[in-house]
């Protein structure tokens, strides 16, 4: 079993928090208390940012190819620990084994080397426009930087926010979410291994208090913040009202899936389903609002219920589940407030709706199917983060472009049609970041930016534009004879 590490990363040494204070984490599957972690307050806090602060000029004078090799090295150990990764998002969260390893664990890795491996074509520009004078223009890192993951994704996301930041040259703080820290301080502990030196990676555990008092913080340049939409803003304004911080946000979503009766049918069900399957539906990029033309619906919905049922629930921790529990009894609750909700609204139910009964124990809620849904259901507005999808009826372009569009959030969407050019011009039309053509968002590559529009965030992550916002510009003028 893997080795659990509970206590504060910073400045390289495991630290109990100053105040003392500790929160249980608990196993979504066996509703058990898993460890007591500590939680971070402001003195530690300050402790870590004293930390990032004296290690940044050291490690931001180092060659571009020290800092890429102990990222490599961090992958290298990554892949080595795979298995006890993977045990502690099961234990912690409620992700199945089996995804963790084929998919989360390996996407994690090439993240690594992709980003590492943009670190080179990072530079500045030059111009010699004005006569007398050479301009160019430098890239440098900002300092101490901080990054807040979520829960659903604790080892991908604190890649994401942890590489390309240092790899640019900056220092960081990373906070976990309180639901799920212990693969986050695993990873810590391999960035140790790997050779990064005392500060420049830090890992805090504890509830959103945390979280703002980073956002807060006087001495950190950027932070990066993925979550729902509501924490983001609260960052955002923390961000501005302190030293106006750099701010990068990734978001909420309720993403639509638009299929046309042209498209193939069995192809768009297995997609769609797959999305909304994927992690029980605790993705921010899950289709959980699909529109389906009026001459396919019937066999779509056949087809989808078929697929999007017939899932292998249970332990996490055995390779054979593919659909895991709930993260928490709040989150567990909460959706099962919006399927009573949907009921009472009038939407019909297709298939699930209640507490899975194939376990005795955990967070467990069935694949859940409504159509049907009344025009301004709180089911087609709000994130449900679960595997409840919600399928609409339509007849035209027009009336599905307005319906997909018609939501504070902007994240991602997909269409499913043989003909290109209606493909193209919803990928066009369509107000989100990602976009699938007979695809769904979770096959986005690896290479490609990710972000939103509208309230789903603030920025990229993952290509060179995401890398590239890890640093500051800076305009240089030399005037010559």
Partial sequence: MAELYTKLF????????????????????????????????????????????????AWRDLSAWERINRCLKLADLIEKSADELAQLDSMNMGMPLALSRQFIIPLAVSTIKYTTSMAHEIH???????????????????GVCAGITPWNGPITMWIAKVIPCVVAGNTIILKSSEKAPLSSLKLGALAHEAGFPPGVINVLSGPGQIGALLASH?????????????????????????????????????????????????????????????????????????????????????????VFTAVKMGDPLDTATNFGPQVDKKQFDNILRLIDEAKQDGANLIAGGSRATET????????????????????????????????????????????????????????????????????KAFEAGIIGINAASHENPYNLPFGGWKQSGIGREKDKSGLESWYEVKAVTIKHS
């Fill in 10 to 57: 910073i400045d390289g040494k495991w630290r109990s928090s100053k105040a003392g204070k500790t929160f249980a984490v608990v196993n979504p599957t066996t509703e058990e208390k898993i460890a007591d972690v500590d939680e971070a307050g402001a003195d530690d806090i300050d402790i870590a940012f004293a930390a990032a602060q004296k290690a940044f000029p």
């Fill in 360 to 427: 005795e124990k955990g967070y467990f809620i069935q694949p859940t199917i409504f159509s049907n849904i009344p025009k301004g259901a709180n089911l087609l507005k709000t994130e449900v983060f679960g595997s409840v999808a919600a399928i609409q009826e339509f007849e035209t372009e027009e009336e599905v472009l307005a319906l997909a569009n018609d939501t504070e959030y902007g994240l991602s969407a997909s269409v499913y049609t043989k003909d290109i050019s209606r493909g193209i011009r919803f990928a």
């Fill in 218 to 306: 006087p001495g950190i340049r950027k932070i990066s913040f993925t979550g729902s939409t509501a924490t983001g803003k609260a960052v955002m304004a923390a961000a501005a009202a302190s030293n106006m911080k750099r701010v990068s946000l990734e978001c909420g979503g309720k993403n639509p899936a638009v299929v046309f009766d042209d498209a193939d049918i069995p192809n768009a069900a297995l997609a769609t389903a797959a999305n909304l399957q994927f992690n029980s539906g605790q993705v921010c990029i899950s289709n959980s609002r699909i529109y389906v033309q009026k001459g396919a619906y019937s066999q779509f919905v056949e087809e989808f219920t078929k």
């Fill in 124 to 142: 500045g520009e030059t111009t010699l426009n004005t006569p007398g004078l050479l301009s160019f223009t430098l890239r440098q890192p900002f």
